[in-house]
């Protein structure tokens, strides 16, 4: 009898045995900020194990501390796809990509303020206890203009939700 249950939990639940970790070489690289060192290792790391969603988020993070907004939202974008219910991915996503409309051209930043938008708000709904994502929100109303969306009265909404955190 012990050996079927063994045999249950190898063969039926391998996510067990193999959790998806990053190798611990890449979290002293991080810790040191190497990132110019660790961005090419994570690459490679990613090509060989394409579902590692943890490499992908730490590649993600990899370029938003070298202000690569552009991949950073690549690998975010990923993680959103693949991993649609995971309010921390969107918000990511939605961090990445009003760092890149802060940089872009005039005519870039409608287009990418709606998917911040939608990006935080997917997060919000996801998660009613992600306290990051609404104190985003709450910068977000009150940095923007009021012909994009800005609105003290909706920064005020999501400060009052923060407080209730």
Not at 24 to 44: G, H, M, N, T, V
Not at 99 to 127: E, M, P, R, W
Request: overall charge positive; proline content about 4%; glycine content about 4%.
């Amino acid at each position: 009898m012990m050996k079927r249950n063994y045999f249950l939990l190898i063969f039926c639940f391998p996510i067990l045995i193999f959790s998806q970790n990053v190798p611990d070489d890449f979290r002293i690289l991080w810790k040191s900020k190497s990132y110019d060192e660790l961005a090419p290792k994570l690459e490679q790391f990613i090509d060989l194990n394409p579902t590692n969603y943890e490499a992908i988020e730490l590649l993600g993070d990899v370029y938003g501390r070298k202000y690569d907004w552009n991949n950073a939202a690549l690998c975010y974008k990923k993680l959103v796809n693949t991993k649609p219910n995971v309010a921390h991915y969107h918000y990511k996503y939605g961090g990445v990509l009003g760092q890149k409309a802060k940089k872009s051209s005039k005519l870039k930043v409608f287009g990418l303020i709606n998917q911040v938008k939608k990006s935080f708000s997917t997060a919000a709904a996801l998660d009613p206890m992600h306290w990051k994502v609404r104190w985003a929100m709450v910068e977000l109303y009150v940095q923007l203009p009021a012909f994009l969306g800005g609105s003290f009265n909706k920064a005020l909404d999501y400060a009052n939700e923060l407080e209730s955190i």
